[in-house]
């Protein structure tokens, strides 16, 4: 445990500030796009998770890749897991904030629980803002950010992502050459590669 948080914690923090500018983002497009209508709301909180989920999907892609080289070299032992877990750490703030929303939305008293919960309502909205227009969504008469249920799903869509993208960096696959950066290591072996062929020629 100690060596992975000693060896991730920073592709994880990279995550969580990826996530607060995005919020941050978000909740301004979602409250300019408020006053002129709710499906334009929606639309831009969609426009802002998949911008989200880009950035995440570039971040941990890079991970998996600058560890496929070590894997493929010995050097420690291939873990495809391992992007699953960066996202857990990197969404721990989210679960918490989700349990207590979730806590305090099955035994509301008008008082003490509600305000903890509207508390940490309120918080949730300020880091994962990106969603705000999706949770306004409504399910009869209520908003999605009435179920408590809500916050717990909202983060699957980044840890699925940050999951698969480890897991092709690793493996070096590509949905496409402009979703990944370039690689210092692969972009050198290529370089080795075009100058062996040069002196060939």
């Not at 903890?116 to 949730?124: N, P, Q, Y």
Request: glycine share 10%.
């Amino acid at each position: 445990m100690s060596d992975f948080m000693k060896k991730y914690s920073y592709s994880a923090m990279k995550l969580f500030v990826s996530q607060m500018a995005i919020s941050v983002f978000g909740l301004g497009l979602a409250i300019a796009c408020a006053s002129i209508g709710s499906t334009m709301q929606i639309v831009s909180s969609c426009g802002a998770v998949v911008f989200y989920l880009f950035l995440i999907y570039t971040s941990m892609w890079e991970v998996g890749s600058k560890d496929k080289f070590g894997i493929e070299y010995g050097k420690f032992e291939a873990k495809p897991l391992t992007g699953l877990y960066i996202a857990l750490l990197a969404n721990s703030l989210n679960f918490l904030l989700a349990i207590i929303i979730a806590v305090c939305k099955t035994f509301p008293d008008g008082g003490v629980i509600s305000a903890i919960g509207g508390v940490a309502g309120s918080i949730a909205i300020f880091i994962e803002g990106m969603y705000s227009g999706i949770l306004a969504i409504k399910i009869g008469e209520l908003p999605l950010n009435s179920f408590g249920i809500s916050y717990f799903v909202i983060t699957i869509p980044a840890i699925i992502t940050s999951a698969l993208a480890y897991y092709f960096g690793t493996k070096g696959y590509h949905f496409t050459k402009l979703m990944v950066p370039e690689n210092p290591e692969e972009a050198e072996i290529r370089r080795e590669k075009k100058k062996a062929r040069n002196k060939e020629e």
